[in-house]
């Protein structure tokens, strides 16, 4: 069975630095990939997805991540954090099948400070 | 375009009483539907998903069911809530056929008291 891993549950940086989130993944075949943002009391937002190709991708509000199978991670990154990107954030891998279920890892809640 | 709706949105109940939660999917056809609880502090649990109309998997043995009796209408149901079904209930929808994210609705608060 898949799972995944978010080392960090709490992460503070301040408003300008740069940014990353870990996401370790355990999965037999190629993963499917997720990165997903939620802000208090909401439901997730898609940051970006990694299916297949380029290991770097590009997401919305500045995110990339990079897929590196040798250390089954997918790390989220953003050169410069703005305040407005305090929020909890969700990895997560997919499973191919009729079900397309996702396996979601326990969240990285970040805060930035002014 | 597609959009999901989750009603109520909040919900305090007391402990024992019946619970229906309603997800609805609006602009697509045929989705595969989930519920997922987020209980505080803590990760995304599936509870439940729907490849069609009455097909249904339990992800988790509680006392909480769904049902989806319309192709875009996914229901959380339980006869008698416990202080443990205290949460977050989100449902989720994602395309038939294909793979892709799944887009998720604003959540329901329920707390049982």
């Known amino acids: 069975a898949q799972s995944v891993t978010q080392p960090d549950i709490h992460i503070t940086v301040s408003e300008g630095a740069s940014l990353e989130l870990r996401c370790n993944y355990s999965?037999?075949?190629?993963?499917?990939l997720f990165w997903y943002v939620q802000s208090p009391g909401q439901g997730l937002q898609l940051l970006l997805k990694?299916?297949?190709?380029?290991?770097l991708v590009q997401g919305i509000k500045g995110f990339e991540a990079e897929f590196k199978r040798s250390q089954s991670s997918f790390n989220l990154r953003k050169p410069s954090v703005h305040w407005s990107d305090a929020a909890e954030y969700f990895c997560?891998?997919?499973?191919?099948?009729?079900?397309?279920?996702?396996?979601f890892g326990s969240g990285t809640q970040l805060t930035v400070l002014p | 375009s597609q959009t999901i709706h989750q009603w109520p949105a909040t919900l305090v109940q007391p402990v024992g009483s019946p619970l229906s939660l309603e997800c609805t999917v609006e602009g697509t056809s045929n989705p595969n539907l989930y519920w997922y609880r987020q209980a505080a502090g803590r990760g995304l649990q599936l509870l439940f998903y729907s490849v069609g109309i009455g097909q249904i998997s339990s992800e988790v043995p509680q006392n909480l069911s769904a049902s989806r009796p319309q192709d875009r209408q996914f229901i959380l149901s339980s006869k008698k809530l416990l202080l443990s079904d205290s949460g977050f209930y989100l449902c989720a929808w994602c395309r038939d056929r294909v793979f892709d994210e799944q887009f998720f609705g604003p959540g329901t608060r329920l707390t049982v008291l």
């Open positions: 999965y037999g075949a190629t993963p499917y």
């Open positions: 990694y299916f297949s190709g380029d290991t």
């Open positions: 997560a891998v997919g499973v191919s099948g009729s079900a397309r279920q996702l396996t």
